[in-house]
């Protein structure tokens, strides 16, 4: 069965960086890209970043390019999401995803299969 479990969320203040991890079980992770993606209340799901399965290639929301950085462990089968310079707008639940989706359309969830549980990011002083 497969199964995604985020942990790394948590309480940090503005500026402060925190690191997600995404533990992947009953499949191996570099036969997927992996996505990151987040939900703050009253807004809809956006996403933030996605590591492909071929070659490894990055993709990053315009919200946080240069201050997140996606990354992916096989012998853990782990991805990784590095938050730095965090801002209250970054508050969400963030998720991760296994899926095979489009160039295009890496930011898309419904081109994603499986879906962590999630965990909660909250940036404020």
């Known amino acids: 069965q497969l199964q995604l479990v985020e942990s790394g969320g948590g309480l940090v203040q503005p500026g402060g960086s925190l690191r997600l991890s995404c533990a992947a079980s009953?499949?191996?992770?570099?036969?997927?890209?992996m996505g990151w993606f987040r939900q703050a209340p009253g807004k809809e799901r956006e996403g933030v970043s996605c590591?492909?399965?071929?070659?490894?290639?990055?993709y990053y929301a315009d919200s946080v390019k240069g201050r997140f950085t996606i990354s992916r462990d096989n012998a853990k089968n782990t991805v990784y999401l590095q938050m730095n310079s965090l801002k209250p707008e970054d508050t969400a639940v963030y998720y991760c995803?296994?899926?095979?989706?489009?160039?295009?359309?890496?930011?898309?969830?419904?081109?994603?299969?499986?879906w962590g549980q999630g965990t909660q990011v909250t940036v404020s002083s």
């Open positions: 009953g499949f191996t992770l570099d036969d997927y890209a």
């Open positions: 590591i492909s399965s071929s070659d490894g290639s990055t």
């Open positions: 995803a296994a899926g095979w989706p489009t160039l295009r359309g890496w930011a898309e969830g419904d081109e994603y299969d499986s």
